[in-house]
Nanobody, 114 residues
Framework: QVQVVESGGGLVQPGGSLRLSCAASGFILSINPMAWYRQAPGKQRELVAS???????NYADSVKGRFTISRDNAKNTVYLQMNSLKPEDTGVYYC????????WGQGTQVTVSS
């Protein structure tokens, strides 16, 4: 059974850091594209970062230079390191795996506030 489970969200002050994790089961993460999305209150879900089969990564302009997507093949886990967080980074962060269709996790809440 294909499943992705996010963790690592929480409340952080502006300028702080968080690392989100997405644990995958039922498939080999390293050979499938993975992505992080986020959805702020009242807004559409947007792509934050993605990592392809070859390890190439892409980022939304709003997070370039602050966020880093990576994966640990041995742990079948993908991460999103978020630094220099801003209040506008607040939202629910979702992990997505692209296999024969897209599989989504339940999301993890990130709140950036003083």
């Amino acid at each position: 059974q294909v499943q992705v489970v996010e963790s690592g969200g929480g409340l952080v002050q502006p300028g702080g850091s968080l690392r989100l994790s997405c644990a995958a089961s039922g498939f080999i993460l390293s050979i499938n594209p993975m992505a992080w999305y986020r959805q702020a209150p009242g807004k559409q879900r947007e792509l934050v970062a993605s990592i392809g089969r070859g390890g190439n990564s892409n980022y939304a302009d709003s997070v370039k230079g602050r966020f880093t997507i990576s994966r640990d093949n041995a742990k079948n886990t993908v991460y999103l390191q978020m630094n220099s967080l801003k209040p506008e980074d607040t939202g629910v962060y979702y992990c997505m795996a692209t296999l024969w269709s897209n599989y989504w996790g339940q999301g993890t809440q990130v709140t950036v506030s003083s």
